[in-house]
C-alpha cells in the first residue's frame, strides 16, 4: 500500500494540478484572482488554506524569508479579509506548531472567554433555554476574541516577523480587493436576513441590498485601517484601546436596525474582561498510532483528546486490509464511543477536572475497543466511559447526547523551509458569527458562547461544558501534527463543528491505513457520527453501495450535503513539501509551494 501510495503522489501531482477548479472571470479594474490548486510540490515552504488569496499572503511572507508562524499569521489575517464569515479578529482558535530545531510539539489556546459576570444561567430564560438562533444572534453569545493574541503570542514565542509585517499582505487585499466566488456569494445569501437587521453588516457586506455578485470585486477599507491600527498600536489596542473599547459599546448596545422586528439581547463584555484575557501556552495531547506520533490541541478544545482516543481504538483493528465496509463501520463505531466520553469528560480544564491523560490512553481505548463488533451497531447515546478506572466494555453513568455545535470555522496548514509546521484553525463560530459588525471597524463578531451546553445535555447528568465566568466553552478544533521518528510526516486541520474531530480522523486513517495520497485522502468522501442516533454521510456516500451494506450491519444514516474542508502539508521522503487542499467542497482549496518542482 505504501508504494502504491507512493506512486499514486507522484501521478497526482501533474494530474490533479491540471484539474484544478477553474476561477471566476474578474470584471476589468478588478484583482487578479489567485490561483486556485488542491495540490502543490516543491520546495521552500508550503501553505494551504480554503483560499487562494490567504494561501498566496503565507507564501509571499515564506518568500521574503519568513518562517512558519510568520506566514501562518499573515495567511490567517488574509482568510480575516476573504473569509470573514468564517474567521477574523473577532474570534479565536488553536495553534499548533512544530518546532524542526526542537523536535517539539507546541500548542496555543486562543478560544474565547465568557465575561467574568457570566453564569450557567447565560442562556436561560425565565426557566427555559433559549432558541439557539436567538442565542447566535446577539451581543450575550460574543467572548472575548482570542485571535490576535494567538498571533502576537505565535510571533513572540517563534516568528521572526513583528506583526505590522505579516499584516501587509491582507492589508493589501483589503485595499485593492479580492474577487467574490460562489462560496462568498451563497454563505452572505444565507446571511440575508440576520445581515440586514445590522446597518453596519448590512452597508458592509450587503452592497446595493444584496449579496456581493459573483465576479465583483469586494474591498473592505474599514478592516485595513483597523490592521493597520493594530500594527501600528500592537494587539493592546483590542485588549486595552480603542478597537476593544468599540468591541464592548458594541456587544453592550448591539446596533440594531430601527425597523428589525428581531429581538436582539444585550451582552455583558466588559473592559476589564478583554484586559484580563491571555492565550494559554500549554502542552499537546499525543498519542501513538502505527508508529506514528500524533498530536494535538488539549483542552479547552476536545479535539485533541477525541481524535486520540478513537485512534487508540482503532489501532485494535486491521484497517489496512478491512473492506471498505468494515473500515468505515469500525471508524463510525470509534467515532461514537470517543465522543460518548468527551461529552462526559472534556470543558474547560480552567473550571473542569479534564481526565486528559486518560482520554489519551492506551488502557482505556482498550477498555472501550472491545464494544465494536464486527457484525452489530452501537446505540446512541453510548454512555461514557471512566478513563480513571478502565473496565472491559464497561460504562460510567447515564448516556447523554451530543449538543449543537456550529458548523464553520477555517483551516490553515503551512511549513517553512526549516521544516517548523503550523496547523491553525481559527473561528468565529456560525457562518457569519453574531452577524454583529464593529461599527467602522470591518469585522465580525463571534457568537462563539453558544459552544456551551445552555443547559446539561441530559437531567442529572454532569455536564462540563456549561458556563461560567471567564470560562472557555469546549471546541471541537483539532489541527494535528503527525510525526515520523521525530520529524513531521503531515499536517492536517478542518472546519466543521464537531465534524471537524471526523474529519481529521478519516483523513488521517483513510492515510495512514489505507494508503490515499493525503490530496486524495482529503477529497475522500465522509460519514460523520458523534453518539447520535443517525450518521451523517455525503452525498458520494450516500449514494454508493457501501450505505445498504452499512445498513445491513445496523447503521441508520441521514445526508449531509458537505462535511469539513480540510487541508494538509506533507514532507515528502525526498525533502520536498506537498500542500493538499479540497477539489471540490468550499469552491475547492488553494495549495501553494515557494518553489514548484
Same mark, same amino acid.
Given at each position: 500500500?505504501?508504494?502504491?501510495?507512493?506512486?499514486?503522489?507522484?501521478?497526482?501531482?501533474?494530474?490533479?494540478?491540471?484539474?484544478?477548479?477553474?476561477?471566476?472571470?474578474?470584471?476589468?479594474?478588478?484583482?487578479?484572482?489567485?490561483?486556485?490548486?488542491?495540490?502543490?510540490?516543491?520546495?521552500?515552504?508550503?501553505?494551504?488554506?480554503?483560499?487562494?488569496?490567504?494561501?498566496?499572503?503565507?507564501?509571499?511572507?515564506?518568500?521574503?524569508?519568513?518562517?512558519?508562524?510568520?506566514?501562518?499569521?499573515?495567511?490567517?489575517?488574509?482568510?480575516?479579509?476573504?473569509?470573514?464569515?468564517?474567521?477574523?479578529?473577532?474570534?479565536?482558535?488553536?495553534?499548533?506548531?512544530?518546532?524542526?530545531?526542537?523536535?517539539?510539539?507546541?500548542?496555543?489556546?486562543?478560544?474565547?472567554?465568557?465575561?467574568?459576570?457570566?453564569?450557567?444561567?447565560?442562556?436561560?430564560?425565565?426557566?427555559?433555554?433559549?432558541?439557539?438562533?436567538?442565542?447566535?444572534?446577539?451581543?450575550?453569545?460574543?467572548?472575548?476574541?482570542?485571535?490576535?493574541?494567538?498571533?502576537?503570542?505565535? @510571533?513572540?514565542?517563534?516568528?521572526?516577523?513583528? =506583526?505590522?509585517?505579516?499584516? $501587509?499582505?491582507?492589508?493589501?487585499?483589503?485595499?485593492?480587493?479580492?474577487?467574490?466566488?460562489?462560496?462568498?456569494?451563497?454563505?452572505?445569501?444565507?446571511?440575508?436576513?440576520?445581515?440586514?437587521?445590522?446597518?453596519?453588516?448590512?452597508?458592509?457586506?450587503?452592497?446595493?441590498?444584496?449579496?456581493?455578485?459573483?465576479?465583483?470585486?469586494?474591498?473592505?477599507?474599514? =478592516?485595513?485601517?483597523?490592521?493597520?491600527?493594530?500594527?501600528?498600536?500592537?494587539?493592546?489596542?483590542?485588549?486595552?484601546?480603542?478597537?476593544?473599547?468599540?468591541?464592548?459599546?458594541?456587544?453592550? $448596545?448591539?446596533?440594531?436596525?430601527?425597523?428589525?422586528?428581531?429581538?436582539?439581547?444585550?451582552?455583558? @463584555?466588559?473592559?476589564?474582561?478583554?484586559?484580563?484575557?491571555?492565550? $494559554?501556552?500549554?502542552?499537546?495531547?499525543?498519542?501513538?498510532? /502505527?508508529?506514528?506520533?500524533?498530536?494535538?490541541?488539549?483542552?479547552?478544545?476536545?479535539?485533541?483528546?477525541?481524535?486520540?482516543?478513537? =485512534?487508540?481504538?482503532?489501532?485494535?483493528?486491521?484497517?489496512?486490509?478491512?473492506?471498505?465496509?468494515?473500515?468505515?463501520?469500525?471508524?463510525?463505531?470509534?467515532?461514537?464511543?470517543?465522543?460518548?466520553?468527551?461529552?462526559?469528560?472534556?470543558?474547560?480544564?480552567?473550571?473542569?477536572?479534564?481526565?486528559?491523560?486518560?482520554?489519551? !490512553?492506551?488502557?482505556?481505548?482498550?477498555?472501550?475497543?472491545? @464494544?465494536?463488533?464486527?457484525?452489530?451497531?452501537?446505540?446512541?447515546?453510548?454512555?461514557?466511559?471512566?478513563?480513571?478506572?478502565?473496565?472491559?466494555?464497561?460504562?460510567?453513568?447515564?448516556?447523554?447526547?451530543?449538543?449543537?455545535?456550529?458548523?464553520?470555522?477555517?483551516?490553515?496548514?503551512?511549513?517553512?523551509? +526549516? *521544516?517548523?509546521?503550523?496547523?491553525?484553525?481559527?473561528?468565529?463560530?456560525?457562518?457569519?458569527? !453574531?452577524?454583529?459588525?464593529?461599527?467602522?471597524?470591518?469585522?465580525? =463578531?463571534?457568537?462563539?458562547?453558544?459552544?456551551?451546553?445552555?443547559?446539561?445535555?441530559?437531567?442529572?447528568?454532569?455536564?462540563?461544558?456549561?458556563?461560567?465566568?471567564?470560562?472557555?466553552?469546549?471546541?471541537?478544533?483539532?489541527?494535528?501534527?503527525?510525526?515520523?521518528?521525530?520529524?513531521?510526516?503531515?499536517?492536517?486541520?478542518?472546519?466543521? %463543528?464537531?465534524?471537524?474531530?471526523?474529519?481529521?480522523?478519516?483523513? @488521517?486513517?483513510?492515510?495512514?491505513?489505507? %494508503?490515499?495520497?493525503?490530496?486524495?485522502?482529503?477529497?475522500?468522501?465522509?460519514?460523520?457520527?458523534?453518539?447520535?442516533?443517525?450518521?451523517?454521510?455525503?452525498?458520494?456516500? +450516500?449514494?454508493?453501495?457501501?450505505?445498504?451494506?452499512?445498513?445491513?450491519?445496523?447503521?441508520?444514516?441521514?445526508?449531509?450535503?458537505?462535511?469539513?474542508?480540510?487541508?494538509?502539508?506533507?514532507?515528502?521522503?525526498? *525533502?520536498?513539501?506537498?500542500?493538499?487542499?479540497?477539489?471540490?467542497?468550499?469552491?475547492?482549496?488553494?495549495?501553494?509551494?515557494? /518553489?514548484?518542482?
Amino acid at each position: 500500500m505504501r508504494a502504491v501510495a507512493a506512486l499514486a503522489v507522484a501521478a497526482a501531482v501533474g494530474a490533479l494540478t491540471a484539474a484544478a477548479p477553474a476561477g471566476h472571470r474578474a470584471p476589468p479594474g478588478a484583482p487578479a484572482a489567485a490561483d486556485r490548486s488542491p495540490l502543490a510540490v516543491g520546495y521552500g515552504g508550503a501553505v494551504a488554506s480554503v483560499d487562494p488569496d490567504a494561501t498566496a499572503a503565507g507564501i509571499e511572507v515564506l518568500r521574503r524569508g519568513g518562517n512558519a508562524v510568520d506566514a501562518a499569521v499573515a495567511t490567517a489575517a488574509a482568510l480575516g479579509v476573504t473569509e470573514p464569515y468564517s474567521s477574523g479578529i473577532g474570534g479565536g482558535g488553536y495553534f499548533v506548531y512544530y518546532d524542526a530545531r526542537k523536535h517539539q510539539v507546541f500548542t496555543l489556546d486562543g478560544r474565547e472567554t465568557a465575561p467574568h459576570s457570566a453564569t450557567d444561567q447565560l442562556f436561560v430564560e425565565n426557566g427555559q433555554p433559549l432558541a439557539f438562533a436567538d442565542a447566535v444572534t446577539s451581543g450575550r453569545s460574543v467572548g472575548v476574541p482570542g485571535t490576535a493574541a494567538t498571533w502576537q503570542t505565535a @510571533l513572540d514565542a517563534w516568528g521572526t516577523r513583528p =506583526l505590522k509585517d505579516v499584516l $501587509k499582505p491582507a492589508e493589501k487585499i483589503a485595499r485593492d480587493g479580492f474577487t467574490v466566488d460562489a462560496t462568498f456569494n451563497s454563505q452572505t445569501a444565507s446571511n440575508l436576513d440576520r445581515f440586514k437587521d445590522f446597518p453596519d453588516t448590512a452597508a458592509l457586506f450587503l452592497p446595493g441590498g444584496q449579496p456581493p455578485a459573483v465576479g465583483s470585486t469586494f474591498r473592505n477599507p474599514q =478592516l485595513l485601517r483597523t490592521y493597520q491600527e493594530l500594527g501600528a498600536k500592537g494587539i493592546g489596542a483590542i485588549y486595552h484601546g480603542d478597537i476593544g473599547a468599540d468591541i464592548v459599546r458594541t456587544v453592550r $448596545k448591539p446596533p440594531v436596525d430601527p425597523a428589525a422586528t428581531r429581538v436582539v439581547r444585550s451582552g455583558d @463584555l466588559t473592559a476589564a474582561d478583554l484586559a484580563a484575557y491571555r492565550v $494559554k501556552k500549554q502542552a499537546p495531547t499525543h498519542t501513538t498510532y /502505527r508508529g506514528l506520533d500524533v498530536y494535538g490541541p488539549a483542552p479547552s478544545s476536545s479535539g485533541g483528546t477525541t481524535v486520540a482516543e478513537a =485512534l487508540n481504538i482503532l489501532e485494535h483493528t486491521d484497517l489496512a486490509d478491512a473492506s471498505q465496509t468494515q473500515y468505515l463501520h469500525h471508524y463510525i463505531e470509534a467515532s461514537r464511543i470517543a465522543f460518548a466520553d468527551r461529552g462526559r469528560w472534556v470543558g474547560d480544564p480552567a473550571f473542569e477536572d479534564v481526565p486528559t491523560a486518560g482520554l489519551t !490512553s492506551k488502557s482505556f481505548a482498550a477498555s472501550r475497543a472491545c @464494544l465494536i463488533k464486527d457484525d452489530a451497531v452501537l446505540t446512541s447515546p453510548l454512555p461514557p466511559g471512566d478513563p480513571a478506572h478502565p473496565a472491559p466494555c464497561g460504562a460510567a453513568g447515564r448516556a447523554a447526547p451530543t449538543t449543537y455545535e456550529g458548523d464553520n470555522t477555517t483551516h490553515l496548514t503551512v511549513a517553512d523551509k +526549516w *521544516g517548523d509546521v503550523v496547523a491553525y484553525t481559527l473561528t468565529i463560530e456560525q457562518t457569519g458569527g !453574531s452577524a454583529i459588525t464593529v461599527p467602522g471597524r470591518g469585522f465580525l =463578531l463571534n457568537n462563539e458562547l453558544t459552544d456551551f451546553s445552555f443547559v446539561p445535555a441530559s437531567p442529572g447528568v454532569p455536564d462540563p461544558n456549561l458556563p461560567g465566568p471567564g470560562k472557555r466553552p469546549r471546541s471541537s478544533i483539532s489541527p494535528t501534527i503527525v510525526l515520523k521518528n521525530g520529524h513531521v510526516d503531515f499536517a492536517i486541520g478542518s472546519p466543521g %463543528g464537531a465534524t471537524i474531530i471526523t474529519t481529521v480522523l478519516q483523513v @488521517l486513517t483513510e492515510h495512514v491505513d489505507r %494508503g490515499l495520497p493525503l490530496v486524495d485522502a482529503i477529497a475522500a468522501p465522509r460519514a460523520s457520527q458523534r453518539n447520535a442516533a443517525t450518521t451523517e454521510l455525503e452525498p458520494a456516500l +450516500w449514494d454508493s453501495p457501501l450505505k445498504a451494506d452499512l445498513e445491513a450491519l445496523g447503521h441508520h444514516f441521514t445526508q449531509n450535503p458537505e462535511i469539513g474542508a480540510a487541508t494538509g502539508v506533507q514532507r515528502l521522503p525526498d *525533502g520536498r513539501w506537498l500542500a493538499a487542499a479540497e477539489k471540490v467542497r468550499r469552491g475547492g482549496g488553494a495549495a501553494e509551494v515557494v /518553489r514548484p518542482s
